[in-house]
């Protein structure tokens, strides 16, 4: 592959807006391909591309009501599920910028992510509002709790449990572009405070194209990767824009993992990173081992990652890379 930067699959032209801006991606899928499962999650809800559009449009209107415009830096706090895909893609569609948090984050690294993004919304799960009771003042104006939730504080933040449905739908997509900012991705933080990295449109669907664009619309790729880490929201994107379907986890499993594999027929992952080839390689091995769909994955290269790769019979690809300079490198 000499003098060739890039993977076989990745097309270096610009793409245009209905392949490369969400909002503009998930209106050609329902039209193309409305019937298709985009997602299965692991509570056995199904969507296909047509409720994926549904469902964002109902989500952009409740947002919307609650001043959410062009722009706006929104904070999400959502385990991976319906609700955080609801929640970004409704962003998206209203123009809006999605900022995923770390579950993880309290006190003084939560104070500091919330105050970075000088955010006015936060859209949160009820187990982690009391969190917030114990940091600074922000700039949040109000935190909507999905969901049930006990009463609690927020600091001067006014807190509105909120239900994501509506009978009402937002019909018509913001005018974004590839050089619009669609999200904010943290970094890990291994140097110092993790810093904000502002992802136009363009960034995410690129990483998506590079690191997983071998799928095609009869792929399934399972992702087990958190939406606040650029390994999940760029495997969406890189899926979403191929029309292939995704079956979404909550984490990584190494007891489930190889069912979930075989109960969704999943081709790919979203990656095989960390410590994660390590788990997979000490697991008691079987003669099912090599009895899987998996044909190709993105994972970390080494010599544990390529065992599981000759075990399990799959092919792999790998990389470098950086939330700040993903595509690039």
């Known amino acids: 592959m000499s003098g060739n930067f890039h993977p076989p699959w990745f097309n270096p032209a610009r793409p245009s807006r209905e392949d490369g801006v969400l909002p503009f991606i998930l209106e050609r899928n329902a039209k193309e391909v409305p019937g298709d499962i985009a997602f299965r999650f692991d509570s056995g809800e199904v969507w296909s591309h047509q409720s994926v559009l549904e469902n964002t449009r109902q989500t952009a209107t409740i947002l919307a009501s609650h001043g959410v415009e062009r722009g706006d830096l929104v904070v999400v706090w959502l385990p991976s599920g319906p609700d955080i895909i609801r929640t970004w893609f409704a962003l998206n569609y209203l123009g809006a910028v999605f900022v995923p948090l770390n579950l993880d984050y309290l006190g003084n690294i939560l104070h500091h992510v919330i105050s970075e993004t000088q955010a006015k919304l936060m859209v949160v799960h009820p187990g982690l509002v009391s969190r917030l009771s114990d940091i600074d003042h922000t700039t949040l104006e109000k935190v909507l709790v999905v969901g049930d939730y006990n009463s609690e504080s927020a600091g001067s933040a006014e ?77 969406v994107m890189g899926a979403i824009s191929k029309k292939a379907a995704i079956a979404l986890y909550s984490g990584f499993s190494t007891k489930d993992f190889w069912d979930r594999i075989r109960e969704n027929n999943a081709t790919t992952v979203s990656g095989i990173i960390g410590a994660m080839a390590a788990f997979l390689h000490k697991a008691p091995e079987s003669e099912n081992d090599n009895n899987n769909p998996l044909e190709m994955v993105t994972l970390m290269l080494n010599e544990q990652a390529i065992a599981v790769a000759s075990r399990f019979g799959f092919d792999y690809v790998s990389g470098f890379n950086m939330s700040e300079l993903a595509v690039p490198l």
């Open 159 to 235: 807190i509105i449990g909120c239900s994501l449905t509506s009978a009402h739908i937002h019909t018509e997509p913001a005018d974004v572009n590839l050089w619009d900012p669609q999200m904010v991705i943290f970094t890990s933080g291994t140097t110092g405070p993790s810093k904000g990295v502002i992802c136009p449109y363009l960034h995410q669907y690129r990483v998506g194209q590079c690191s997983y664009g071998y799928m095609t619309s009869d792929d399934c790729i399972m992702i087990d990767l958190p939406m606040f880490h650029v390994g999940g929201v760029s495997s």
